[in-house]
């Protein structure tokens, strides 16, 4: 394979639509057009680039007046979950990366005694289901098509796995205990999702964990932020409590984790609320938010302001590259530096991001490191084990760019 270094934006024909964008009500109160603005990105790419789809769209993350709920609007149309997740691999759907300690919690709290029909939602190819003890009855239901066939191929019959909307869906019989684990903050009408999920709840004693990362722990060092793209309701302690009451289920136990950031709920059936109740805190805590992120970006900055070669590697093809080329100058101080990308999710190789090709990190062994290369890893996670990798490859330490002093959180 020959390496081709090009210029930034080489790249002609990506676009955006406006059939991926559609507004949308505040997801916590059901408040219309009463938020103030507080993030904006223009024309933020989804991964590669394409003549064929329209994957580009002004991304705007807002505040409720009302309840101070935090959302984007306006938020992805059912086409953009279809063209501009596509490439998303692991940052959408398949990110439950604790299935083992969410087992033992579960039976810590008496969740799993017993013989218990469960329900997992947004269960991917039901790989947390298939960990759970199998005197349970196993249930999985997922938006995935590709996912629910290869997880049920997989599982043999041991877990039950369904394609639906989760919204609407119906089971046969009712279920005692149902998991969430981060798929609410990804869903364009949380109180809807919920108010099925009571429905299919068997009665008093039934039980629903939900977990979401949540405003008061998104203090990041990374320039991704809190305010994930991804997601279109960025809840907070008390956002979350709101759609939970507001569909019916009354919280029995909140539990913040440690090392990650994500608040974990168990929540019985209750009374239907009214009306929420925001905090006027969230607020203070979006600010607060936002500073830290101004603060990675500028430290970001300085970084990058180090880079003398021409012509520059960037391991991590993801939206942390869009990242860089949405919030730092990096693409901009040298306009005749050339790139390009190395990624090893298969979905991307063989592809271009704004004009630079995507190729396996293997194609670094052909690089001459003594002329003027350099490389930059553009992941927070991932930053550790990249930099290995790169170790692996014999690339010289002092042409390597890490972007993080400390990396939190995986
Ligand atoms: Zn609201």
């Known amino acids: ?34 938020a103030r603005n507080l993030l904006r990105f223009d024309d933020l790419q989804f991964f590669t680039d394409s003549v064929q789809f329209p ?6 993350i807002v505040q409720c007046r009302q309840c101070f709920g935090i959302f984007q609007n306006p938020g992805f149309s059912p086409t953009a979950f ?33 013989h218990r029909r469960i329900l997992d939602v947004g269960c991917y190819k039901g790989e947390f289901l298939s960990i759970l003890p199998d005197n349970h009855k196993r249930i999985g239901v997922d938006i995935d098509a590709g996912a629910v066939a290869a997880g049920n191929c997989e599982a043999a019959g041991t877990v039950e796995i369904f394609c639906g909307d989760f919204e609407t869906f119906q089971l046969r019989e009712p279920v005692d205990l149902i998991t969430m684990f981060h798929v609410l903050e ?22 629903l964990v939900v977990e979401v990362p949540i405003l008061e722990k998104g203090i990041t060092n990374d320039i991704n932020g809190f305010f994930s ?16 009451a507001a569909a019916g289920w009354c919280v029995v136990e909140a539990d913040e984790k440690e090392d990650y950031n994500a608040l974990r709920i168990v929540a019985a059936p209750g009374e239907l609320a009214v009306s929420a109740m925001g905090s006027p805190d969230d607020l203070q805590g979006a600010l607060e938010s936002l500073s830290a992120w101004n603060s990675a970006v500028i430290s970001v900055e300085r970084m990058l302001s180090r880079i003398k070669e021409d012509r520059v590697v960037i391991w991590g093809g993801g939206m942390h590259l869009e990242f860089l080329y949405q919030v730092t100058s990096l693409f901009q ?51 550790q084990s990249i930099a290995q990798a790169s170790l ?13 002093d400390m990396v939190t959180r995986c």
């Open 1 to 34: 394979m020959q390496i081709q270094w090009k210029s930034i934006d080489s790249f002609i024909g990506n676009s955006s639509a406006t059939s991926l964008l559609m507004n949308r009500p505040c997801p916590i109160c059901g408040t219309f057009f009463h």
């Open 55 to 60: 994957k580009r769209a002004d991304i705007s």
């Open 82 to 114: 279809e063209i501009l997740f596509a490439e998303a691999g692991c940052s959408y759907g398949s990110s439950n990366i604790r299935p083992h300690e969410q087992v033992e919690w579960l039976a810590s709290r008496g969740l799993l005694e017993g």
């Open 186 to 207: 990804h869903l364009p009408r949380p109180v809807s999702v919920l108010r099925n999920l009571r429905a299919a709840a068997s009665g008093p004693d039934a039980r």
């Open 229 to 244: 793209v991804l997601h279109m309701t960025h809840f907070s302690r008390q956002s979350l409590r709101n759609v939970l």
């Open 333 to 383: 101080r040298v306009l005749s530096r050339k790139y390009i990308i190395v990624d090893n999710d298969p979905l991307k190789q063989g592809k271009t991001w704004r004009g630079v090709n995507i190729y396996p990190s293997a194609i670094l062994q052909k690089l001459d490191w003594s002329s003027d290369v350099s490389l930059i890893i553009s992941s927070y996670g991932a930053q």
């Open 392 to 404: 692996d490859l014999k690339i010289p330490t002092h042409k390597t760019l890490k972007l993080y």
